[in-house]
T-cell receptor, first 116, second 114 residues
Framework: AQTVTQSQPEMSVQEAETVTLSCTYD???????LFWYKQPPSRQMILVIR??????QNATENRFSVNFQKAAKSFSLKISDSQLGDAAMYFC?????????????FGAGTILRVKS | ETGVTQSPTHLIKTRGQQVTLRCSSQ?????VSWYQQALGQGPQFIFQ???????GRGNFPPRFSGLQFPNYSSELNVNALELDDSALYLC?????????????FGPGTRLTVL
């Protein structure tokens, strides 16, 4: 079964600085999708960025970028020029289509605090 | 375009009772997935409905059941509530079940079982 591990329960960053959130996963599949979701205190889960495993190029969305290392099964999220609105719980997720059903497997999350 | 909505926002039940949670999918989406998020943890997949049929189930007992209606809205039913069922229940809709179909989440229903 696939598992997702986020080893940093909590991270802090100064406003305007850069922070990297770590994620590792375990799978025997060769083709899959990886996601970072943000869950602010309001609770609504918002998609931040996604990466297709067959693509070698790292995904980028404005200030958010990933470092995808397929061989190492690592998928970190870099947030540049951090803003107060970035403060939230961040979840790394793996999407499997191997089993019947197209489900997401989530890590335990990392709380990101942004200091002004 | 209306996003994913869930009702109610909060719910308090007692052990042994039954509960129904509702989800309206985003316009154009025919797939709904349900997740349980215990406090301080990541969401856990309960099941998914695609075009009114169950399309996969996580490791949850049969007292967790669901429905999807012709308009693709969905219900999650939980019978014989236990204290450990207290959690945030998230619904996510997607345009389909292809690898390229991203799931979009609703705001969740906070269930407290006393």
């Amino acid at each position: 079964a696939q598992t997702v591990t986020q080893s940093q329960p909590e991270m802090s960053v100064q406003e305007a600085e850069t922070v990297t959130l770590s994620c590792t996963y375990d799978t025997s599949e060769s083709d899959y999708y990886l996601f970072w979701y943000k869950q602010p205190p309001s609770r609504q889960m918002i998609l931040v960025i996604r990466q297709e495993a067959y693509k070698q190029q790292n995904a980028t969305e404005n200030r958010f970028s990933v470092n995808f290392q397929k061989a190492a099964k690592s998928f970190s999220l870099k947030i540049s020029d951090s803003q107060l609105g970035d403060a939230a719980m961040y979840f790394c997720a793996y999407r499997t289509s191997e089993e019947y059903g197209n489900k997401l497997v989530f890590g335990a999350g990392t709380i990101l605090r942004v200091k002004s | 375009e209306t996003g994913v909505t869930q009702s109610p926002t909060h719910l308090i039940k007692t052990r042994g009772q039954q509960v129904t949670l509702r989800c309206s999918s985003q316009s154009g989406h025919n797939t709904v997935s349900w997740y349980q998020q215990a406090l301080g943890q990541g969401p856990q997949f309960i099941f998914q409905y695609y075009r009114e049929e169950e399309n996969g189930r996580g490791n949850f007992p049969p007292r967790f059941s669901g429905l999807q209606f012709p308009n693709y809205s969905s219900e999650l039913n939980v019978n014989a509530l236990e204290l450990d069922d207290s959690a945030l229940y998230l619904c996510a809709s997607s345009p389909g079940v292809r690898d390229t179909d991203t799931q979009y989440f609703g705001p969740g229903t906070r269930l407290t079982v006393l």
